[in-house]
């Protein structure tokens, strides 16, 4: 490889790592603090760099939240399109997802909330990537419910019920893991409460859509 490519290559791969550490605190300050709460100058501060430096990759305190929040989404939407395929066995790829939404929850909590709070506060800044990403999948998803239950393969469901029931169930392990924390009387959530928070979802989840076995036909009397 020249010299020069080289060069480019390893000025790129700096820059990603570069970026990675400063999305990776700014996730931490604005679920800390807030959009309005969260200056430019203390992410900088804390990954080490002056304002002027960490600028030059995120010009505005809106590009950096924008990479944020893009990147929560991205991880978001790639499991659910786990969901958006009918061929699957609709027990397990719902075991999988709830399974999956948890998992996120419990290394990504940082992430979550600051989801969270920017949905809770109306999504006045990234409502229109909300609407023109997530929509069109939840319906694709959607239609996949739709279809298993016209093949008899889960129960007659509100499906958009359904994902807003295990979104809810799913990111209040990271959301409010505070106060689950409190009322368990520990520091933080452990592995085995996300163990046991799945088993719970999944049973809910599977129970709601479970076909009802046919009833036995009357045989006429006791054996």
Known sequence: MPAEKLKINRRLLNR??????????????????????TSIATVAENVGLSKQNLMYYFPTKQSLY????????????ARMESLADAAQDPRETLRTYVQAKL???RENPWASRVYA??????????????????????????EVFEQWIREGRIAPVNATHLLFAIWAMTQSYADFSAQM???????????KDFDDAEKVIVDMVLAA?????PRQADGGGAP
Request: net charge negative; no cysteine; proline share 4%.
């Open 209 to 213: 859509i479970s076909v009802p076995l």
């Open 103 to 105: 998992k996120f929850s």
């Open 16 to 37: 990603d790592k570069l970026e990675a550490e400063i999305t990776a605190e700014a996730v931490r300050v604005f679920a800390e603090f807030g959009y309005e709460g």
């Open 181 to 191: 924390a409190l009322v368990l009387n520990r520091k933080q959530l452990n592995k």
């Open 117 to 142: 709070m920017e949905v809770i506060s109306g999504a006045p800044l990234y409502g229109g990537q909300i609407q023109s990403r997530v929509v069109p999948l939840v319906r694709k998803d959607i």
């Open 66 to 77: 924008q990479r944020v929040l893009d990147e929560v989404l991205d991880d978001w939407l």
